[in-house]
């Protein structure tokens, strides 16, 4: 079956970097869309960014110009390359795909339906 499995998380202090990357397996092929989320305790799952099979991002306001999502395809791995991280971005990070071009790119959590186990990030102000 599909599986995502993140990995890069940690703590850091504000305007540090991460990277987080995404590992997929268990298909063939390769996802449509790809994308990052994040959840804080008590809050609304949020989406941060979303790509496609032909590399068109899209990103939430709040990371623009901070957070570049990419993807290598031939190693099925989905990246997430975080800058100048605030306290706010603080949240448990969750990649998820898509295998249909069902929806177009979106950061809506309702249009992907694998999901990976999620990665802890901290940033200390």
């Known amino acids: 079956q599909v599986q995502l499995v993140e990995s890069g998380g940690g703590s850091v202090q504000a305007g540090g970097s991460l990277r987080l990357s995404c590992a997929g397996s268990?298909?063939?092929?390769?996802?449509?869309?790809g994308a990052w989320f994040r959840q804080d305790p008590g809050k609304e799952r949020e989406g941060v960014a979303s790509i496609d099979v032909r590399g068109t991002t899209k990103y939430t306001d709040s990371v623009q110009g901070r957070f570049t999502i990419s993807q290598d395809r031939a190693k099925n791995t989905l990246y997430l390359e975080m800058n100048s991280l605030k306290p706010e971005d603080t949240a448990m990070y969750y990649c998820?795909?898509?295998?249909?071009?069902?929806?177009?790119?979106?950061?809506?959590?309702?249009?992907?339906?694998?999901w990976g186990q999620g990665t802890q990030v901290t940033v200390s102000s």
């Open positions: 268990g298909y063939t092929g390769s996802w449509y869309y």
């Open positions: 998820a795909v898509d295998f249909a071009p069902r929806y177009g790119l979106t950061l809506y959590d309702s249009n992907y339906n694998y």
